[in-house]
C-alpha cells in the first residue's frame, strides 16, 4: 500500500477533503506528525517523573541506611581472651607447660614479659631464669649436689628439690609449699619465698590467667568511667567494645586523639574512650615493705695506698725493708705470696710472719694477695671450672684462706683472679659471696682485682661484687701487653678515664680502687730475613725504660692526649717506641682519681717506681 493509501484511511479522513497528491505527502506528513508526538512526550515525561520519584526515593533510604550506618556503634563486646589474643599474649600455637596445673603470661611493670608463671598444687611459681633476669640473681643451681644455693651477708642458705624443707646454715627451716622444684630439665622457685628476698608485689588474675609483677612503686591518678560510658578498642565507635563504666578495671589517661581518650590498665590493656564519657579521677599508690639485705662492707676512713709487692720464692721477703724505706704514704701492703695449685682448695704460699709483723709494726695493713695465674700452667694446669663450680672444692678454698688469715693475723685478702672464663664466671662470684660471708665475720678485708671493663670481662660481674665486696680495684694498666697486635701505652689517659668510669657504672666510688703501672713496655719492630714484620716488647721498670731509652739515643717528646713523654725512633734497623711512665705521668692519672674521688690507689709493684712518684700521689690522693 502507498503512503497515500495509508493516510487516506486514516479515521479523520472526510470524502469532501481535497484528494492529495503523491508530492504533497511529505508536507502532510511533515505537518501532522509533531501532533501525535506532542502527545507522545506528555506521556514520556509522566513516566520520568515517576522514575525520578522512584529513584530519589530509593537514592533517599541508601543516603538514610548509610547514615543508620554510620552513627550506629558496634556493640560487639570483646573478652579480654580475646583481646589479649589478639596483641600476642596468648600464643594458641605455642605448646602449653604440660608440667605445671596452669601457667600465667607475666605483665611486669605494665610491660608484656617473655616470662611466665607456673602454678603448682595452688602454689605460683617462676622459672629461674626469670628470677635471674628480672628479680634477684643471687639463687645459685648446685649442680653437683642438685640443690639451690641463697648466700645472704653472713648465712648460706641451702634448697633441696621437691621438699617444704630448707637450711639456713645447719638450722632447718619449713615452709608450707614446696619451695623449689626441678622439672624436665627447668628449675621453679616458689614465688612467695622469692618474694622474701627480692624487692617485688605481684598479683594474679584470671579469664586469662595473668600475673602482674611491679618492682616500681609510687601514685597513678586513674579516670573513673562515666554511667555507660564505652570503652573501645579504637577511637570509632564501630571498634569492639572492652569495658562499660568502671567494670572493675582501672584505668589511666594516656594521651588523646581528637575527641577521644587514650586508657591502659596496669595490666597493660589499651582502650579509647569518648572524652566527654570520663568522670572525676582518683589516685592508687602502691608500695613494697621489702627490706633488702645490708651487705656490710669495711669502709677506711683513709683513702686507701696500696702497693703489691712481687714476691717469687721466699727470699724476695727480704727485700721489703729497703723497699719500704723508699716510699711515702703506704698505707697498705699486698704481698703476691699464694698461688692456686689444683681445682680442689690447694695452694703454694711464700707466707712469712716476721714480714707480717713488720707490716704492723710501721703502721699499715697487709692484704695478702691469691692468683690463678698456674691454671693456664701447660705443665700443672688446672681447671678453674672444676675449683669455682665444685661446692666441696669452694668451700675447701675458703676454709684453707681463712686458716691463713688466723693463723698469720692479716688485715684483709686480695684476689687476682685473672683466667676466669665466662663459662666460670658465675661459679667465681658465688665463691666470691661465700668468701665475704667469712671475710665480715672475721672483720678483714676482701678486695678483689679486675680488668678494665670491657665486654670479653663482663662475666666478672663487677656490680655484684660492688655489693658483697669491700674494694674493686681497676688494673688500669695492660692497655697493650706483650702480644698485642700494635705497639702502644700500657696506660693511657683516655684508657685509664674509662676504667674508672666504666667501673662505677656498677660499683659505689667508696669502694673503688685504680691500680697505677709503675712498669712500661718497650717495643722493638723490625723485618726479619724471610721479609715478615716482627714486634716484640719487654718490660721495664720506670729507671731501666729510660736509661734504655738513653743507651738508645732515641728522641722524647711529651704528649698532652697520652699524659705520658714518648720515646720513639730507628736504631740498626729496628724501630723502637716506648710510652714512658713516670712521675709526670702518674700526675696525670691522679688527677684522674682525685676528679672521681674514689677510695684510693694501687701500685704495680714495689721497687719499679722512681722515688718521686710517691710524692705525687700523697699530693693527689688525700
Known sequence: MSKKNRFLMDEDYNENDKMIDDNDIDDYYVEDAPVRRRKNRKHVAATAVVAAVVCILAAGG?????LIDKYTPN????????????HGYLNTDEAQNTVADAEAFIIFNSELSSGKAYRFSDVWYFRKDFVDEYLNHRFYYDMGNDELIY???????????????????DTVKKEHYVVARELDGEIYIAVDFIRERADFIYEVRTEPDRMLVNTEYGSSEYVHIADNGTIRTGASIKDEIISVGDDDMHWLAVGTQGDWTQLMTDDNVT????????????????????????YTSVSKKYKINMVWHAVYDMFDNDDIYALLDNTQGV??????????????????????????????????????????????STENGWSEYELFSVTENRRALIDAMMHEVEAYGYDGINIDFEKVNSETGIHFVQFLRELSIECRKAGVVLSVDNYVPMP??????????????????????????????????VASLDFVRNGIVNTLDSVP??????????YTRMWDEYTDENGNHVMTSKAYTMKGSYDRVEELGIAINWSDTMGQYVAEGDVEGHHYSVWLEDADSIREKMKIVAEYNIAGVSGW??????????????????
Not at 75 to 86: G, S
Not at 154 to 165: L, N, Y
Not at 279 to 284: F, Q, V
Not at 349 to 359: G, L, N, R
Open 271 to 294: 582502650g579509647y574512650i569518648r572524652s566527654r564519657e570520663l568522670a572525676d579521677t582518683y589516685t592508687i599508690t602502691t608500695s613494697n615493705d621489702y627490706q633488702a639485705p645490708i
Open 62 to 66: 541508601i543516603g538514610l541506611m548509610i
Open 456 to 489: 670479653h670481662s663482663a662475666h666478672y660481674d663487677r656490680a655484684e661484687q660492688g655489693a658483697v665486696v669491700d674494694y674493686v680495684i681497676v688494673m688500669g694498666y695492660d692497655e697493650h701487653y706483650n702480644g698485642s697486635e700494635e705497639a702502644g701505652s
Open 331 to 376: 698505707n697498705t701492703v699486698s704481698p703476691t705470696w699464694y698461688q692456686l695449685s689444683d681445682s680442689v682448695g690447694n695452694f703454694n704460699s711464700f707466707a712469712q710472719q716476721e714480714y707480717v709483723d713488720y707490716i704492723h709494726e710501721t703502721g699499715r695493713e697487709i692484704w695478702p694477695l691469691w692468683s690463678d695465674f698456674t691454671s693456664v
Open 75 to 86: 556493640n560487639t563486646r570483646i573478652t579480654l581472651n580475646d583481646y589479649y589474643a589478639d
Open 151 to 169: 648466700t645472704t651477708p653472713t648465712k648460706i642458705i641451702t634448697i633441696p628439690f621437691d621438699s617444704q624443707a630448707y637450711y639456713v646454715g
Open 509 to 518: 666510688a667508696q669502694k673503688v680502687i685504680n691500680a697505677l703501672p709503675f
Open 605 to 622: 709493684s714495689l721497687g719499679s717506681e722512681l722515688p718521686e712518684v710517691w710524692e705525687v700521689i700523697a699530693e693527689y690522693n688525700k
